[in-house]
Every structure is written in structure tokens, then in C-alpha cells.
């Protein structure tokens, strides 16, 4: 059996993953996938890939690039959720702050440096016409520590995938003043060098295997009711959900990885290109 560790973070996004290791696929091909969930996201897996603490990680395309162009040793081997995320843009429910443009020079509440939060951040704020060095930054690792500095004020805004945080929302809690999607697939799988040059035939096999899953979970009776259960979403909310969710089975091609780059240098988030022949397999 071969032992093989991958993180992503707690999301309906990777409920697929979590229904092949439960009905034992994985194990019929002689691999013992151990998940692990990571809720302080982006950042802290970035950091698990680099210091080999797991082979492959589901995470956020622009933080994963990111990382990759600093010298993280990971390859991106496919893409998987090719649809963009809904970053919501929230404040304390309470906050006098009502408008997004009312969000300039105010503190960012993120997970850490190099997390989606950050780089969405960024993102926002060009697109606000901001100075991106003017940028207040609170880390605050997970949505609950997001949740407790809002609500005390020391910080004033924080972004995080609109569906995760509705229950936050519907307890008035946080409050929703916008959403910013990102302007590309919002989900890669990333694997370390070592990993992937040692073991491309289990890596197959484990892509095969979730993307079976992937391409027909739409199709799963009742699987907006378990999805509500299971993450304490509102019905509505999961079937909306599912209607803008598109996961992939395939990776960038070169036009579509150019495209990329060239979003990502634009918006500052990386200095140059990174080498399509170096980081996508």
C-alpha cells in the first residue's frame, strides 16, 4: 500500500476527495491517501509543500504561482476547480462601513502573507485604483480568528469565499458589502518535485480517480441536501453553489497558461512568467 499525503483546505470544493477515500478507491488501487484539512489555507500549504510535510495539495491557482515563482519545489499537475471563486468582501455586521470604495486605507484581515486573502486583497484593491503599498495587513490564520478581529476592530475588512462565510453572514455576524471573483480557475492540485519524479504512475491513477468522481458528482442523488448537512449551509445557497462550481479534468494548456501569467504579472502578484515546460505537467 502506498502511503501518499494530501491537504487541502475544509471546503465543499473537496467533498469529491473526501467520498473516494470513504468508499475506498483509493485503497483498490493499493494507495492510502491521507487527507488532511488545512483551515489556515493558502499560506500554511505553500509552506507544507516546500518543507515536504505533504506530496500534494488542492489549492488557490494564484497563491500556488505565487509561491512557485519564490522557489517552492511543486509542480501544478492539474487543474480543478476551473470555474473562478467568489471572494466576498466582509465587514463586521455592526461596521459603519457600507460601500467598498469606504475600504481604502483600512485594515486586511488574512490568513497570512501569501494566502488568497492577501492576494485577492491586492487584486481588489488595484481594481479599486489603490496604492498596493498603502495596504494594512492583520493576519489572523483562520475565518474564526478573521470573525474575531472584525468583531473587535482590529481589522475592518476581510475576504473569503462568499459560500463558506454565508452562515456568518445569516448570523449577522459578518456582512457582505461585495464580491470579487478571481479572473481565473480558481483551484489547482500541486505536487512536489520529489514526489511527482518518483511516483508520475501513482499520481495518475489518484487524478484518474478524483476526476471520475468530479466529472459526476453533479449527478449524485441528494448531494445538495448532503452538502447542506454536512458544511451548515442553507439549501438555496448549496444548489447556487453547484450552478457556478465547474470542476476540471484536465491541466492549463500553453495559451491558457500564458494567459494566466500574464494576469498575474499584471496584477502584481508575480514579477515575471513562470516557464509552462518547468511547473505544469
Not at 157 to 185: A, E, K
Not at 221 to 250: V, Y
Request: charged fraction near 20%.
Amino acid at each position: 500500500m502506498k502511503k501518499v499525503k494530501i491537504i487541502g483546505v475544509p471546503e465543499h470544493f473537496n467533498y469529491p476527495w473526501q467520498m473516494c477515500i470513504e468508499n475506498g478507491e483509493f485503497h483498490e488501487v493499493g494507495i492510502d491517501l491521507e487527507w488532511k484539512n488545512i483551515p489556515e489555507g493558502t499560506g500554511k500549504m505553500c509552506e507544507m509543500l516546500r518543507n515536504q510535510s505533504t506530496d500534494l495539495a488542492v489549492i488557490l491557482t494564484e497563491g500556488m504561482c505565487k509561491d512557485i515563482a519564490l522557489g517552492n519545489p511543486s509542480y501544478i499537475i492539474q487543474k480543478y476547480v476551473s470555474s473562478p471563486l467568489q471572494w466576498g468582501i466582509h465587514v463586521a455586521h455592526n461596521s459603519s462601513l457600507e460601500e467598498e470604495s469606504q475600504l481604502k486605507n483600512k485594515k486586511i484581515a488574512i490568513s497570512r502573507y501569501g494566502s488568497g486573502s492577501q492576494l485577492m486583497a491586492i487584486v481588489h484593491a488595484i481594481k479599486m485604483g489603490w496604492n498596493i503599498e498603502e495596504l494594512q495587513y492583520v493576519v489572523v490564520d483562520t475565518l474564526e480568528g478573521a470573525i474575531e478581529a472584525l468583531t473587535q476592530g482590529t481589522a475592518d475588512y476581510f475576504m473569503w469565499d462568499r459560500f463558506m462565510t454565508q452562515p456568518v453572514v445569516d448570523q449577522q455576524i459578518f456582512r457582505r458589502i461585495g464580491v470579487c471573483p478571481t479572473p481565473w480557475p480558481s483551484f489547482i492540485i500541486a505536487c512536489t518535485h520529489n514526489f511527482y519524479n518518483q511516483n508520475q504512475g501513482v499520481v495518475k491513477q489518484i487524478l484518474d480517480i478524483i476526476n471520475q468522481t468530479t466529472r459526476e458528482f453533479k449527478m449524485i442523488p441528494s448531494i445538495d441536501h448532503t452538502l447542506a448537512n454536512t458544511f451548515g449551509q442553507k439549501f438555496d445557497d448549496i444548489q447556487l453553489w453547484l450552478q457556478m462550481t465547474r470542476w476540471s479534468q484536465s491541466n492549463f494548456s500553453q495559451k491558457e497558461w500564458t494567459e494566466l501569467n500574464d494576469q498575474l504579472v499584471r496584477l502584481k502578484i508575480m514579477e515575471k512568467p513562470l516557464d509552462f515546460e518547468h511547473v505544469v505537467k
